[in-house]
């Protein structure tokens, strides 16, 4: 079963083609990562999914229902995206910021009701954040301000949740705890997960379902494993890569890597 179906979806800024006639399924309750070099079209893809970006022609349907034809109030209800390098109000607490997540669920008048501070306390315990629900978010190290975000995208209460590079500028264990997080929630909540990742090792790990581009075209999709090859990263990145299995043999590891010299010829 499908979360989002895309069809012939053409996106441009401008006279500047990103995507062009794209064809797309993200599989429902699966972790969905997308790759690809930068300007390839991976955050403009979740944009025009999340209806921020208005494509040229196409059409996107989110769990069965033709983006074009739902409010964009109703389509928060469906689909949290959490966008690249979000910037949070000085002062503002752990509690407030996620709270931001329960507008599309509010009603013209009247502040948040019981059901709003229950998933509120929910999200923030999800990720691991009771302790510091008070604290204020600009006081947060990057793996918890990372973790904060994520809390208000849960608070959303969607089916599905998109996030543009989330693991960017944390280290290494910051980066696990993040994806760690969202991998838990898929497995237990079953949400289905879209996500855009630069770390492509992480990316092979974490990803039921991978999602590789170039220049807005599909190069690959697929299980990692089934679909990450030395000839598609060449191909994406361009690059020479060399892969092995990890231990279990459930998904590929790049550990070295050059770049192609076709490059420059």
Known sequence: MEAIRIENLTVAYENNTIIKDMNLSLPKGKINIIIGGNGCGKSTLLKTIARINKPVSGDIFINGKNIKKVKEKEIAKEV???????????????????????????????????????????????????????????????????????????????????????????DLSYQLEVLEILERLNKEKQITVIIVLHEINNAFRFADHIVGLKSGQIICEGKPLDVITK???????GIEADLIKNETGDYPICVEYELSRGLND
């Open 231 to 237: 000839e598609t990263l060449k191909t994406i990145y």
């Open 80 to 170: 949290a995206f959490l966008p690249q390098g979000p910037t949070c109000p000085s002062g503002l607490t752990v509690r407030q910021l996620v709270a931001f997540g329960r507008f599309p669920h509010q009603k013209m008048m009247g502040g948040l009701n019981s059901h709003d501070q229950e998933v509120i306390d929910w999200a923030i315990k999800e990720t691991g954040l009771s302790d510091f629900a008070d604290r204020e978010v600009d006081c947060l190290s990057g793996g918890q301000r990372q973790r904060a975000w994520i809390a208000m995208t849960l608070a959303q209460e969607t089916e599905i949740i998109m996030l543009d590079e989330p693991t960017t500028y944390l």
